[in-house]
Structures are given as structure tokens and as C-alpha cells.
């Protein structure tokens, strides 16, 4: 399985600015995921991007990909309180049902 | 997206006695399952794979007779610690797949051994 690594480890910013979280791998991928956890809860399913995709939007989040620097970003647009949490990638590649591997994650707090 | 369910959220144990945790997929059958475990502001670490009908497998270092898996079907995969001990309180995660690349995830168990 492989396992992406976050960066940065921890980030603050004010309310109504914009996050970017990044992250990057060692291998290639059949796709990559963004993962939201706040506080003593489970891990909430956020945007997949495949590797043949180089910019995905959902909301207020925008996930770029680049299989050529084997790294991610995850832009969080005005954010919000309630966007503070921990967010991890999981790059996938093509062998089956196995595992996600997760980083230390980023931890966001956002200061209202 | 997909509906994973754990419970019990938080139990408290006796140190000793063994506790069982439960994660079911509400609206898919999920042949594979993972269970996680989570220490305070740290990440995710992969304890088991748990194969419905068959024996789970363990990440090394994960001792399978302290941490009993049984997928005995579709949609239902239980943690038993047993004899549980203060350094196994922890944050307890299970994960299953619906068939797409994406994992869904339960609400997680704390688990606290006094």
C-alpha cells in the first residue's frame, strides 16, 4: 500500500482566507483521495482525483494533481470554523481492494 | 456516499475484561474490511484486513490474539480486545469499500481501560 505525506504538519489561518494543504507520494497512482477528520470522529470521504484528471473542484475545495512531481494539493477556499479538522491524502494504485496508508496528516485550525 | 457504521462510540472497560466493537455497511457488502487504530494527534495506523469467511490478516506487530477479528458476513466485521489493558486504550477506526476506489470509514470507538 502506499502512503502519502502531508505538509504542512499544522497550519492557522483567520476565517475567510484560503488553506492549501499538499501532499506527495513516492510511486505511481491510479488515483489519490482527500480525507477530513475532525476531533475524535472518523475519517470523512472529501474528493478523488484520478491520475489522468489535473484539477478537481467540489464546493469550496479544489484538488490539483501532478504525476510528474508525484504530489497533490488541497486548496480550501474562504474558509471557516468548521473546516478546522485533519486532513490526510491516500494515494491508491491499481492493486485491488487494499488498504488506505495515511500521513501524520495536516492539522488546519481555522481562527474565527 | 456510502454508509459505514461503528458502535459503540466510546465504551469504558475494566482492565482484564474484553470488549467488542462493531462495524457494519449499511447500504453496501463490503467482502474486505480495515480496522485502524488511532493514538492522540497522531495518524491512522492499519491494524488488520478482515476477509469475510476467512482468517483476517495483521499488519506486523499487531498481535492477532489480543485483537480478534470475525467477518462473518457481508456486512458486519467485529474488533474484540481481549483482556484489555490500559495501553490498549486508543481510537479504534474500521473502514470498508462499496466496490468504487473510495473507502468510507466508521465514526470510530474510543476506547478507554481503567
Known amino acids: 500500500s502506499q502512503q502519502g505525506e502531508e505538509d504542512p504538519q499544522a497550519l492557522s489561518i483567520q476565517e475567510g482566507e484560503n488553506a492549501t494543504m499538499n501532499c506527495s507520494y513516492k510511486t505511481s497512482i491510479n488515483n489519490l483521495q482527500w480525507y477530513r477528520q475532525n476531533s475524535g470522529r472518523g475519517l470523512v470521504h472529501l474528493i478523488l482525483?484520478?491520475?489522468?484528471?489535473r484539477e478537481k473542484h467540489s464546493g469550496r475545495l479544489r484538488v490539483t494533481l501532478d504525476t510528474s512531481k508525484k504530489s497533490s494539493s488541497l486548496l480550501i477556499t474562504a474558509s471557516r470554523a468548521a473546516d478546522t479538522a485533519s486532513y490526510f491524502c491516500?494515494?491508491?494504485?491499481?492493486?485491488?481492494?487494499?488498504?488506505?496508508?495515511f500521513g501524520k496528516g495536516t492539522r488546519l485550525s481555522v481562527i474565527a | 456516499g456510502a454508509v459505514v457504521s461503528q458502535h459503540p462510540s466510546r465504551v469504558i472497560c475494566k482492565s482484564g475484561t474484553s470488549v467488542k466493537i462493531e462495524c457494519r455497511s449499511l447500504?453496501?457488502?463490503?467482502?474486505?474490511m480495515f480496522w485502524y487504530r488511532q493514538f492522540p494527534k497522531k495518524s491512522l495506523m492499519l491494524m488488520a484486513t478482515s476477509n469475510e469467511g476467512s482468517k483476517a490478516t495483521y499488519e506486523q506487530g499487531v498481535e492477532k490474539d489480543k485483537f480478534l477479528i470475525n467477518h462473518a458476513s457481508l456486512t458486519l466485521s467485529t474488533l474484540t480486545v481481549t483482556s484489555a489493558h490500559p495501553e490498549d486504550s486508543s481510537f479504534y477506526i474500521c473502514?470498508?469499500?462499496?466496490?468504487?476506489?473510495?473507502?468510507?470509514f466508521g465514526q470510530g470507538t474510543r476506547l478507554t481501560v481503567v
Open positions: 482525483i484520478r491520475s489522468n484528471e
Open positions: 491516500a494515494p491508491r494504485g491499481n492493486s485491488g481492494n487494499t488498504p488506505l496508508v
Open positions: 447500504d453496501f457488502q463490503a467482502t474486505t
Open positions: 473502514s470498508a469499500r462499496d466496490g468504487a476506489a473510495s473507502a468510507f
